[in-house]
């Protein structure tokens, strides 16, 4: 028979707030950060006060075998509470009760945010008489005060002082934090009012609409066992979780690895800053990122030693870097690995600055990265050579161009970083991701925007193949990327490509686009090629067979770009980047002549808006 894994039940709101002041309950590490606003608070202490459900709440069980993490306690307990080990932690519902506790049993003004975001420090209160009044909207009867229970007009006066709890007796506004604890106030209170019959029974109505009601208020609880996998405690955070900080393999990792005394977050960061200030081209590298680069290495480790002492296939553990996978590694697997994989994201780096991917926004796949990095760590010095560099170039733009990191990935990496390897030390076979490689002619139509990662990729191939700019004449190196500002600009303007009737679909595609430097663009302006570029001859000193040489490098030809002949352009255009895409994946691409030519059908396809400058803002300033 199987158990369940959970359990579901009611427990009084009063005896969860307890067990968090005792330390029984508290968080797992990776909840931080996020604070409910004041008015979401009033929102919460009003729909308790008249019995309105305000949500389940989930907890784990602690002291199980799978599932370890350091634990603190909730925001407002005893900082002494972080020495005693709890018997549950919260996965559901920090902000709700960590707001209840705060306001309901806190000793300070609670720290919350108003409506701008602002932080700040508050008191709650409950109007006696509103709240005995009107149960149909009782938020009007929970009020907010300053930390030091002043409120004042904006000119400073003021309007209510509840410095002292005389002034709460004056107003009828009692405490939310004596809430399970009002007896000695409404003695207080009474002896105030000299035991006055209007005042007694008005907090006789209180008591019994308001304070019994928070007294005996039920809050749903699911409570997972401690027999809960990690991947399953993840996997049900993520579905039931609604705010705060979302969860991931990192977090869930971090607050495991406190628990064995090791502050994952802290080495990241570290690691995180060497890599992004130093490599542009990784500024989005995430953190899971490095740790499906770790699992990957530590799974084909553990496969390797497994064939080693002569496991059978059956027996044999699969490389792997899914979720669960990254779950099950250990600190001593960080340890171990982490400063190899920063130096596989290092060379990675370095080799795609060799293929002309200098920026982030410019990298076709951030998550081909993973494989990459752990191909070169893999390969050690085998990965150096100039042989192993083509191999890796031809596995890397078939993935780009093929396209074939947009999902479905993990399984691809798992392939890859064998494959690939074996591949690079002359193993016969090809990795499967170039015999999965295909790109059909008439995709180049289609590419309009830098959210395609062939779009991208094309962009960087021409640099790598040695295109030079318009202007300059100089190749495009990291230099000259960062310092004339290069990006993708059109070759026959979109003005000139307007008054010409060419549709929009046809001149935005890459095969009308390049890279090309921003004082460049400006000078091309909207105008005809025939026009820019003899103005360009002329401000760079240049002849018309030195431009020619240039515009050659772009997979252009010149003569027909001199007649402003755009068709013509364009089916030659579309050809060489075809022969481009073919030399870069060593794979053949069946031709389709007529795409290319006046009155071609073009594909409606959107890839997005653009993320880049206006390029016809420029052309239009320009003309």
Same mark, same amino acid.
């Given at each position: 028979m199987i158990s369940a894994s959970f359990d579901s039940t009611k427990t009084p709101l009063q005896d969860l707030?307890?067990?968090a002041d005792q330390g029984k309950l508290q968080l797992p590490d990776f909840q931080r950060g996020w604070v409910w606003d004041d008015e979401r608070i009033r929102s919460l202490i009003a729909s308790v006060s008249v019995s309105f459900p305000i949500g389940a709440v989930m907890l784990?069980?602690?002291? &199980?075998?799978?599932?370890?993490?350091?634990?603190?306690?909730?925001? &407002?307990?005893?900082?002494?509470?972080g020495e005693i080990a709890p018997e549950t932690l919260i996965l559901d519902g920090q902000?709700?009760?960590?707001?209840?506790?705060?306001?309901?049993? &806190?000793?300070?003004?609670?720290?919350?945010?108003?409506q701008k975001g602002k932080p700040i420090r508050r008191w709650y209160y409950l109007d006696m008489k509103k709240a005995v009044a009107n149960d149909d909207d009782r938020e009007d009867a929970v009020l907010s005060v300053p930390e030091d229970r002043l409120v004042k007009t904006f000119g400073g006066e003021i309007a209510l002082d509840l410095?002292?709890?005389?002034?709460?007796?004056?107003?009828d506004l009692f405490p939310a934090n004596r809430i399970f604890q009002s007896a000695q106030w409404r003695q207080a209170y009474n002896r105030y009012w000299n035991y006055a019959p209007e005042k007694i029974q008005l907090y006789d109505s209180f008591e019994r609409e308001v304070i019994k009601r928070f007294e005996q208020y039920?809050?749903?609880?699911?409570?997972l066992k401690k027999e809960t996998p990690k991947e399953a405690v993840c996997l049900v955070f993520e579905r039931v979780n609604t705010g705060g900080v979302a969860l991931n393999v990192f977090e869930l990792l971090t607050a495991s690895f406190a628990a064995d005394d090791f502050q994952l977050r802290d080495d990241w960061n570290v690691r995180e800053q060497?890599?992004?200030?130093?490599?542009?081209?990784?500024?989005?590298?995430?953190?899971?990122?490095?740790?499906?680069?770790?699992?990957?290495?530590v799974t084909q480790a553990r496969r390797r030693e497994a064939q080693a002492a002569g496991a059978t296939p059956d027996n044999v553990p699969g490389i792997s870097c899914k979720r669960k996978d990254i779950l099950k590694l250990e600190v001593a697997d960080w340890k171990h690995w982490a400063d190899r994989v920063e130096d596989g994201f290092v060379r990675a780096a370095r080799f795609l600055y060799g293929q002309k991917i200098f920026k982030a926004r410019d990298l076709p796949y951030r998550t081909q990265l993973v494989p990459l990095a752990a191909i070169f760590v893999d390969l050690g010095k085998d990965g150096e050579t100039e042989g192993a560099r083509q191999k890796i170039a031809r596995w890397y733009w078939c993935g780009v161009l093929g396209e074939l990191y947009g999902s479905a990935i993990e399984s691809r990496f798992a392939r890859d970083l064998p494959e690939v390897v074996g591949f690079v030390r002359g193993g016969a076979v090809e990795p499967t991701t170039i015999q999965e490689s295909n790109f059909q002619a008439g995709r180049l139509l289609t590419l309009r925007t830098r959210n395609s990662a062939a779009y991208k990729g094309l962009y960087a191939l021409l640099m790598r193949d040695g295109a030079r700019d318009f202007r300059t004449g100089e190749p495009i190196e990291a230099q000259t990327f960062f310092d004339d500002k290069v990006d993708i600009h059109h070759i026959f303007p979109e003005k000139f490509c307007k008054a010409g009737g060419i549709e929009p679909g046809t001149y935005n595609s890459v095969i009308n686009k390049t890279a090309l430097a921003a004082r460049t663009n400006r000078q091309i302006g909207g105008r005809a090629p025939s026009k820019y570029l003899p103005a360009i001859e002329k401000a760079a000193g240049i002849d018309a067979a030195r431009m020619d040489e240039i515009v050659r490098s772009h997979a252009?030809?010149?003569?027909?770009?001199?007649?402003?002949?755009?068709? &013509?352009?364009f089916a030659a255009r579309a050809e060489a980047l075809l022969k481009r895409i073919e030399t870069a994946t060593g794979k053949t691409i069946p031709r389709e002549p007529a795409l290319f030519r006046p009155g071609a059908k073009v594909e409606t396809y959107d890839d997005g808006p653009e993320d880049w400058e206006d390029e016809d803002a420029i052309e239009e300033a320009a003309s």
């Open positions: 707030l307890a067990r784990l069980e602690t002291g &199980g075998e799978h599932v370890r993490f350091k634990p603190r306690p909730l925001a &407002g307990t005893h900082p002494r509470l902000q709700r009760l960590t707001s209840l506790y705060e306001a309901l049993l &806190g000793t300070e003004a609670v720290e919350t945010r108003d410095s002292a709890p005389e002034r709460e007796y004056a107003q039920q809050v749903p609880v699911i409570q060497r890599l992004k200030s130093q490599h542009p081209v990784l500024r989005n590298l995430q953190n899971d990122d490095f740790l499906q680069a770790i699992s990957l290495l252009i030809e010149p003569a027909q770009l001199r007649a402003d002949d755009f068709w &013509g352009f």
